[in-house]
C-alpha cells in the first residue's frame, strides 16, 4: 500500500498490512521477507567456491618460492584498501614485502591506466594482484602481459563484453555461486582463505577487515556477507590491542551501523582529500596515521556539509527526472556523497559532476527504480569511461560534451521511469500494534542484525495515534520529544512540524531500548509523520 505524501514530503509504502498478533509473529515475518536465516552460516564455505582460487593460489605460491616482486593494486575506497590491507598481510606472513599502489582520486582517476603499467614495468614487478578492481582493465592488463607480467584480478565489479587475460577471482564467473556476491574486499578474503588452507595465525583481524569493506561498500547483506559481517563483528568485539582496536575504541564502534557511519567514512576519507595510502598505514600499523585519518574525516564532513546544501539549493524545484549539478570547484573525493545526499533528499537519480579544462568528472547515485551502469551503458557514446553498481557509479568524459551528456542521461532516466518512481519514499515493513511495543520485542528484533544494505534497520507504521507531553528538546531546539501510548518518543529534526501534531497522526517508526537510571524501557524512533486518516474523517464530518 502506498501513502500520499507525508508531512516531509515522502510517500510511504507499507509491505504487509495485516497486523501481527504476538512479537513472535512479527520477527518471523521479518526473518522470511529478508530471506534470513538463524543458523551461522561458514562464510569459508561459500567464498571457497569462487572461480579460480586453485590457479591463483598455485601462481602466488610459485612466486613466493621463486622469489618474485609481487605487486597488489587496489581501488581507493574503504573496499578496496581493507581488501588490499589482507593481501599485505597475508604475503608478510610469507616473507614477502609486496609493491603497493593506490591509486590517488585525483591525479589518478578510478581503475587502472597506463602510466601505472609502466610503474609495475619500471619496478620489475613479475605478479600483479588486483583488489576490488580490475575487471574492466583489459588494455591495461593486456599491456601487462606483453611485458612478462602475470595478473591475478580479485574483484566483484561489473563484469564487460571483454575481460582480461588473467587469472580472475571473481563470484560473477562462477553461475553456481551461491546467493549474494561478496565485496571486493570480500573476494579477497576468499582468496586469503584459500592460501591459508585452515586457521591462521591474526585470522581475526583479516575477518574484521572483510566485515569492513562488506559494511562499506553496501553489498547486501544476506548470505555470504551477512556471515562475514556477523564473524568480523564478533572479531572485532573481542580483539584487545592493535590498530584495528585503536580504530574500534576512537569511533565507540560496536554494530553494523556504527562501522558504516563511524569506521568507514574515516577509512575513505583518506582517498576522498589527500591518499588512500594514510588509511592502509592506519589499518596495518595505527598510532599517528589514525589521528591523520580522523583528522581528514574532520574535514571532509565540513566540506560535504557546505556544498551539498549548495547542490539542495540548486535542485530544489528542478522537475527533470535527473538531477544534475555540475561546478568547477567541487572536491573531487566528496562528489559521490553530495550525489547520495540529493538522492536521498529528493529521491531521484543524480549527477554530480566536477568541471575540469578538458574532462570532467562525474558521480551519480540512485534509487532502486534506476540501474545506473546499465544507464551509462545507454550512453556511453559521450563518455570516457565508467562504471559501477546498479545504485552507483562513476564517469569521465570531455567537457564540451557535458550538455549532450546530460540531456542523453536525462531521457533515458525518463524513459525507464515513472514520475511515481521519482519521489522520496519510505518502506514500511509491518503495521505495529500499541501492545507489541515491549521491551520482549526490541530485544528480539536484534536476531536481525547486522543491519545494512538489503537488511535495513526494520521500520514499522503506527496508526491514528494521539502524541501527548509534545515539547521541542535539543542544544537548537530542532528535535521533539513526546510520548506515544506508554512509551516516550523522539523525533529528530522534527521540531518545526510541532503545529501540526494536535490531531491525530500516523507515524513511521522505528524501536530502540531506552536504558536510564537502571530502567529499560522501548523508545519510538519516529522517522516520519503524517495526518491520520482518523483526523482527516472528523474534520470532513465537522
Known amino acids: 500500500m502506498s501513502f500520499d505524501k507525508s508531512l516531509l514530503g515522502k510517500r510511504w509504502n507499507l509491505l504487509h498490512e495485516t497486523p501481527h498478533t504476538s512479537a513472535g509473529a512479527l520477527l518471523q515475518h521479518l526473518l522470511r521477507t529478508r530471506q534470513i536465516t538463524t543458523n551461522n552460516e561458514d562464510p569459508y564455505a561459500v567464498l571457497l567456491q569462487l572461480p579460480n582460487l586453485v590457479e591463483a593460489v598455485q601462481r602466488i605460491n610459485t612466486a613466493v618460492e621463486k622469489k618474485e616482486t609481487i605487486a597488489t ?57 588486483t583488489v576490488d578492481t580490475g575487471v574492466s582493465s583489459a588494455k591495461e592488463i593486456a599491456a601487462l602481459r606483453e611485458r612478462g607480467i602475470d595478473v591475478i584480478v580479485t574483484d566483484h565489479h561489473h563484469v564487460p563484453e571483454v575481460v582480461p587475460d588473467a587469472i580472475i577471482v571473481h563470484p560473477a564467473l562462477n553461475s553456481m555461486f551461491p546467493g549474494a556476491h561478496p565485496s571486493g574486499s570480500g573476494v579477497a578474503h576468499g582468496l586469503v582463505a584459500a592460501m591459508e588452507g585452515g586457521s591462521w595465525n591474526e585470522q581475526e583481524e583479516d575477518q574484521i577487515l572483510a566485515m569492513l569493506g562488506t559494511v562499506a561498500d553496501l553489498v547486501p547483506l544476506r548470505g555470504v556477507n551477512r556471515a562475514l559481517t556477523m564473524q568480523g563483528l564478533t572479531a572485532l568485539k573481542e580483539l584487545h590491542q592493535g590498530p584495528l582496536a585503536e580504530l574500534r575504541d576512537l569511533t565507540r564502534t560496536v554494530s553494523s551501523i556504527d562501522v558504516a557511519f563511524r569506521m568507514a567514512p574515516r577509512i575513505n576519507a583518506a582517498g576522498r582529500m589527500e591518499d588512500p595510502l594514510f ?46 549539478y555540475a561546478r568547477p570547484n567541487l572536491p573531487h573525493g566528496i562528489i559521490g556523497l553530495i550525489a547520495g545526499r540529493l538522492t536521498e533528499h529528493f529521491g531521484k537519480p543524480s549527477c554530480v559532476v566536477r568541471i575540469d579544462d578538458a574532462v570532467c568528472t562525474g558521480s551519480l547515485r540512485s534509487p532502486g527504480c534506476y540501474d545506473i551502469v546499465e544507464g551509462l551503458t545507454r550512453c556511453s557514446a559521450h563518455l570516457e569511461t565508467f562504471g559501477g553498481h546498479a545504485q552507483a557509479g562513476g564517469c569521465t568524459l570531455q567537457t564540451q560534451s557535458l550538455r549532450t551528456f546530460e540531456d542523453a542521461l536525462t531521457a533515458d532516466v525518463a524513459a525507464h521511469t515513472s514520475p511515481e518512481d521519482l519521489v522520496p519514499t519510505l518502506a514500511l515493513d509491518a503495521v505495529l500494534t500499541g501492545e507489541l511495543m515491549t521491551v520482549e520485542l526490541c530485544k528480539a528484533l536484534e536476531m536481525l542484525q547486522p543491519y545494512g544494505q538489503g537488511n535495513r534497520e ?31 518518543a523522539i523525533a529528530f529534526r522534527m521540531a518545526h512540524l510541532l503545529p501540526q501534531l494536535a490531531q491525530h497522526v500516523d507515524i513511521a517508526c522505528k524501536l530502540s531500548l531506552d536504558t536510564w537510571n537502571g530502567r529499560i524501557a522501548p523508545q519510538v524512533v519516529i522517522e516520519d509523520m503524517r495526518v491520520s486518516c482518523r483526523a482527516e474523517t472528523r474534520q470532513t464530518h465537522a
Open 73 to 129: 593494486f587496489g581501488d581507493y575506497d574503504c573496499d578496496g584498501i581493507t581488501g588490499t590491507a589482507q593481501l599485505v598481510r597475508m604475503l608478510r606472513r610469507r616473507g614477502v614485502e609486496p609493491i603497493v599502489r593506490l591509486p590517488h582520486r585525483e591525479r589518478d582517476g578510478y581503475g587502472m591506466r597506463m602510466h601505472q603499467v609502466e610503474e609495475f614495468v619500471a619496478a620489475g614487478v613479475q605478479l600483479l594482484i
Open 279 to 324: 588509511a592502509l598505514n592506519a589499518l596495518l600499523h595505527g598510532g599517528n596515521a589514525i589521528t591523520l585519518i580522523d583528522q581528514l574525516n574532520s574535514e571532509r564532513q565540513q566540506q560535504t556539509l557546505a556544498h551539498t546544501e549548495d547542490a539542495v539549493r540548486a535542485c530544489s524545484g528542478d522537475m527533470s527526472p535527473l538531477l544534475f
Open 458 to 488: 526494520p521500520h514499522f507504521l503506527l496508526s491514528g495515534v494521539q502524541l501527548s507531553n509534545t515539547r521541542v528538546v535539543g542544544q537548537e531546539g530542532t528535535h521533539l520529544q513526546a510520548t506515544v501510548g506508554n512509551c516516550k
